[in-house]
């Protein structure tokens, strides 16, 4: 039962991935900025360090 939910809970979030990336996809092609901006973040942080 639990390994079926876990299994539902990743179908649900890969879903989820595939719409931004659609949506994402569709406001570029459709050059549709104002769309587009709702995807993205105003700020990133990256950290390029390496613990190794």
Request: a negative charge.
């Amino acid at each position: 039962m639990a390994s079926e939910i876990s299994e539902i809970r990743w179908m649900i979030e890969r879903g989820n991935i595939i719409d931004v990336i659609v949506g994402i996809a569709n406001a570029m092609d459709n050059q549709d900025w104002q769309k587009l901006r709702k995807y993205l973040a105003d700020k990133i942080y990256i950290d390029y360090s390496c613990d190794s």
